[in-house]
């Protein structure tokens, strides 16, 4: 074979279109692909999702944009990957679906979502189940709040001049933690309302120290937090012990496969919004095992 072939034969702009024409014809397979009747019909349906920011090139709207991915298990199935950009012709509900439908889902039956409680993840897959589905909010997400404020104690409790000030926060939070873990949600809510307004009792001493202020803050966020998912925390203890997922572990699996090699964590490459969305079909069919010989030949 001549040189000059070779070489345009792997230049990579020629790459670059090839990856192009997989990455579409993989997304046009499985948006027109017809409902596939699950081998268990009884099995949950559980869709594990998170959302990564990317870098975008110069000329974007921002700096940054925020693409969706994640995992739909079905019990008796391999997992399916999907993961999908914002402001293309395809929507991310449209692959949600595409994924669910991939994995045995037929409109009404019952889908469990796990998220780290951001509103417009859980959007994303109830316009793709177009029905309300059940969300359970992250149990990683929720004590990782609890573990902040605790630091957060662990950093000014030698001071003297704030025992008085610690010593409520110090007594409630193993509390917190148990209540919330068993998903008394309600008495932990009232259990930070009584916290903070111990804790106002001593305004003073509030304005008088950086640290002090933030870990107020904190128990503030965490106050609203849990008045937001109220409806989303359940009995996690009774989940981890009949071997139910309490987590979104799998969509971050799904992220350092998809998104953290070349698109966050180590190569910080600039992407576009399609460009970024083509590489993420390919690499989650590629993960798959969806990507056959055969479907590239029929693509090029």
């Known amino acids: ?105 037929l409109p009404g039956r019952d889908v469990t979502v796990f998220s780290d409680g951001e509103i417009g993840l859980q959007s994303i897959v109830l316009s793709a189940t177009r029905q309300p589905v059940t969300h359970i909010l992250d149990w990683f997400h929720l004590s990782m709040r609890l573990g902040h404020i605790e630091q957060a104690r662990e950093g000014i409790r030698h001071r003297q001049d704030l025992n008085v000030y610690l010593r409520d926060v110090a007594v409630h939070m193993p509390r917190m933690r148990h209540l919330l873990w068993s998903g008394y949600v309600r008495e932990a809510t009232r259990t930070v309302k009584h916290l903070l307004a111990q804790l106002d009792q001593y305004p003073g001493l509030r304005d008088t120290s950086i640290k002090l202020r933030r870990l107020y803050e904190l128990i503030t966020n965490l106050r609203t937090y849990l008045v937001q998912n109220k409806t989303s925390i359940v009995n996690y203890c009774q989940r981890y012990w009949s071997g139910k997922p309490i987590s979104s572990s799998p969509a971050e699996s799904a992220a350092n496969s998809l998104v953290n090699a070349r698109m966050n964590k180590k190569r910080q490459m600039r992407w576009s919004p399609i460009g970024a969305h083509r590489v993420l079909q390919v690499r989650a069919a590629v993960a798959d095992g969806r990507l056959k010989k055969a479907k590239l030949d029929l693509a090029a």
């Open 1 to 105: 074979m001549p040189v000059g072939s070779a070489t345009h034969r792997h230049n990579h702009r020629t790459v670059s279109h090839r990856l192009a024409k997989v990455a579409d014809q993989i997304e046009k397979w499985d948006i027109a692909s017809p409902y596939r009747i699950s081998r268990t019909r009884g099995s949950a349906v559980s869709v594990f999702i998170d959302g990564a920011y990317i870098r975008a090139v110069p000329g974007y709207q921002s700096r940054h944009f925020e693409i969706a991915m994640g995992r739909v298990v079905v019990q008796g199935r391999p997992p399916r990957q999907f993961a999908a950009a914002p402001n293309i012709a395809t929507a991310k509900y449209d692959v949600v679906r595409a994924a669910m439908r991939a994995q045995g889902w």
